[in-house]
């Protein structure tokens, strides 16, 4: 089974703290996404990643940026945390094939106070 | 742009058959996710459809595809409390790089005892 694990199920952090979260997929994945949940919007992609040390923008990218340094792990960063990105993180993988589903984590609830 | 809509409630009784309709717009997908989200996780893929199918059928899930009318139910029969969950649809949009998924917005499944 795949397994995507994300290093938090919640975190506090204060307004303009970086903030990091971790992810990391056990199948050699190729792909990496970051979205992020909020009751009535649904999920929106932040960022995505389709190799090492590649990046591409997803919908709503602005205030956030991301890492992919070995093909297993795609960190996002919070660069100055504000109130308005408190929201549930989700983040997925798939791999290179076009159609392939997506795998999630269980989710990081970051809350910034 | 692709879109994909979908109800956002829907209750029914423990025992009934649940139906859970979904609408896109890409006529060129050809792969259609049903995921279901319990509360407090992430997103677990229940089944998929391949464009070139009319049904799919799971246990008790059946999966049908209207292509003609781009509409996607998935029906859930002898539905239980454990069902009770966010159930997103999702389809392959070509619009974006690879590996890219385009979600509803989800329907929140309320199973009554």
């Known amino acids: 089974d795949v397994k995507v694990t994300q290093s938090s199920r919640y975190l506090v952090k204060r307004t303009g703290e970086k903030v990091f979260l971790e992810c990391v997929q056990d199948?050699?994945?190729?792909?990496m996404f970051w979205y992020r949940q909020d009751p009535g919007l649904g999920l929106r992609l932040i960022y995505f990643s389709y190799d090492v040390k590649m990046k591409e923008k997803g919908d709503i990218p602005e205030g956030y940026s991301v890492s992919r340094e070995k093909k297993e792990r795609f960190s996002l960063i919070l660069e100055s945390a504000s109130t308005n990105q408190t929201s549930m993180y989700l983040c997925?993988?798939?791999?290179?094939?076009?159609?392939?589903?997506?795998?999630f984590g269980d989710g990081t609830r970051l809350s910034i106070l | 742009g692709e879109d994909v809509e979908q109800s956002l409630f829907l209750s029914v009784r423990e025992g009934d058959s649940s139906v859970i309709n979904c609408t896109y717009t890409d006529s060129s997908s050809t792969y259609l996710y049903w995921y279901k989200q319990e509360p407090g996780a992430g997103l677990q893929l229940l089944t998929y459809i391949f464009s070139n199918m009319d049904m799919k059928q799971d246990q008790r899930l059946t999966v049908l595809l209207n292509k003609k009318d781009k509409h996607l139910s998935l029906r859930i029969a002898d539905t239980q409390t454990g069902d009770s969950a966010i159930y997103f649809c999702a389809e392959f949009g070509y619009g974006g790089s690879q590996g890219n998924l385009i979600f509803g917005k989800g329907t929140k499944l309320s199973v009554k005892p």
């Open positions: 199948m050699d994945h190729e792909n």
């Open positions: 997925a993988s798939s791999a290179e094939q076009p159609n392939q589903p997506q795998h």
